[in-house]
């Protein structure tokens, strides 16, 4: 085989891995532009509503880590097989759910589907493309599917709602699941780590705890009752779950999530922003899919077509944020980040019945500019200063952090919103709201903070020590 036809083949699987993050990251977003006609169809609650976001992206941050661990042991072609085919059983079975809690329960199959792919083909990726400049490269074609995949998904959903029904959100799933099987099948070669790490059900088992208390309480706080043993029952859960993971995490060997990665301040804050920004991203999708259709009347396709600006700025900018952090450093891009964030939620804040819609694309435009310039410095920060070994593991928690931004961006916005809601759902909503958009104002402000203090020289000393333990902290 010479080298072109080489070239050629690893091109080829390079695609295969990210069409199955594409349809991964678009299932994160997709779904809010079809919220409000599952809304209608199945006469569901905001906390209905939250669930069917949140079962996806809580069962994936949950599971992202051990599945990269099982793929290396098992291998790694095998696992990401196995993953699409799940993913493509629960889109299909989504498609057909005929209530509101089958939904939910189909959607956390496609999650655990979707668990078994990204951090795999990420392995699968490394493995092939050995040539570092052409790892760089195809790690960077990576990243950019990355941001596409979740902008562009509010567009795509409200296409799909409007021509064809929300189901079709799902089934579009399926067709791509089945020929990347194929494609897999053919082209993807099987490999296993040389090493393979531990498998760790403890710490899986708290990890899963930890999350799903923290997200059950907080969505169902208001209805249960914030007093009843039931949701402070989940809080207490959820405390302990994070106390034993630390306590039982630092004194394995192998560690699925090992506690001393958070003494170096760029780790710890990389994961702080991820969490911030996509709980921003979140807020602001599942709000705003509820506003323009059930507030302001739009069609899903409509209101798709003015997400659209965020979804360009998103792509538009997200290749300039990582030229920044190879020239200039993270601290620039997270700047940007968090000032644009801010911005976007305090222009949000000032919605009425009847804003303006160059207003809203103004918005819009400044909301994605700031989510453009976020991924990049998340990942370089997460894996800086870490030893090489452990870079794909710090990679692996921010990803995580991510999925767990998400889920409490939609859990906290559905919640204070049922709060604050008074009379009917249509007429409410803009008052309910503003809170929701102050506290996405709020997230911004935290990434600008965190910005600019992990990329202190104190928080690079913090980084040296934890990759050199031997190296004193820089003052």
């Not at 993807?188 to 990890?207: H, K, W, Y």
């Not at 323009?292 to 360009?312: D, E, I, K, N």
Request: aromatic share 8%.
């Amino acid at each position: 085989m010479n080298n072109e036809t080489g070239r050629g083949r690893r091109l080829l699987v390079l695609a295969i891995c990210c069409s199955s993050l594409f349809i991964v990251g678009l299932d994160s977003t997709i779904v809010n532009l079809a919220l409000p006609a599952i809304r209608a169809e199945f006469g569901a609650s905001v906390a209905k509503l939250q669930w069917t976001i949140d079962a996806y992206t809580l069962v994936l941050a949950s599971l992202l880590m051990v599945s990269g661990s099982t793929a290396d042991r098992v291998g790694r072609r095998r696992t990401f097989q196995a993953g699409l085919v799940l993913f493509g059983i629960g889109s299909l079975l989504c498609g057909v759910a005929p209530t509101i809690d089958l939904l939910i329960l189909f959607r956390v199959l496609q999650a655990v589907g979707g668990s078994m792919l990204n951090p795999v083909a990420m392995s699968i990726i490394t493995n092939t493309f050995t040539d570092p400049r052409e790892r760089a490269q195809a790690i960077g074609i990576w990243g950019g599917v990355v941001g596409l995949s979740m902008a562009v998904g509010p567009v795509v959903g409200g296409t799909l709602v409007d021509a064809a029904g929300w189901r079709f959100i799902f089934w579009i799933n399926v067709p791509v699941a089945v020929a990347a099987v194929l494609m897999t099948a053919f082209f993807v070669p099987e490999s296993r780590a040389a090493v393979p790490r531990r498998i760790d059900p403890v710490g899986q088992v708290l990890v899963v705890l930890l999350l799903g208390g923290l997200t059950y309480g907080i969505i169902e706080g208001r209805s249960a009752g914030w007093g009843s043993p039931l949701i402070v029952g989940c809080f207490v859960v959820c405390v302990a779950a994070l106390v034993s993971l630390v306590y039982y995490e630092s004194r394995r060997e192998e560690p699925l999530l090992d506690p001393r990665f958070f003494r170096s301040a760029p780790f710890s804050g990389a994961t702080l922003i991820a969490v911030c920004g996509f709980s921003a991203l979140s807020g602001f999708l599942f709000l705003n899919s509820l506003y323009l259709q059930s507030v302001r009347g739009f069609t899903a396709l409509h209101a798709g077509l003015l997400t659209l600006p965020m979804a360009a700025m998103t792509v538009v900018f997200a290749p300039i944020s990582g030229w920044l952090v190879g020239h200039r450093g993270p601290r620039i891009p997270l700047v940007v980040a968090g000032t644009m964030l801010a911005t976007s939620g305090l222009i949000l804040s000032q919605l009425s019945t009847t804003t303006a819609t160059l207003h809203l694309l103004v918005a819009y435009l400044v909301f994605g500019l700031g989510f453009g310039m976020l991924n990049a410095p998340i990942t370089n920060a997460a894996v800086s200063g870490m030893p090489r070994a452990q870079a794909g593991v710090a990679a692996a928690i921010a990803s995580t952090s991510r999925q767990v931004g998400a889920s409490l961006g939609v859990a906290v916005a559905g919640t204070v919103l049922t709060a604050r809601l008074v009379g009917p759902f249509e007429k409410g909503f803009v008052d309910a709201a503003q809170l929701c958009w102050f506290i996405i104002a709020g997230c911004g402000v935290l990434v600008l903070v965190l910005g600019l203090i992990t990329t202190s020289r104190w928080a690079r000393g913090t980084a040296a020590v934890v990759k050199d333990p031997g190296t004193a902290p820089t003052r």
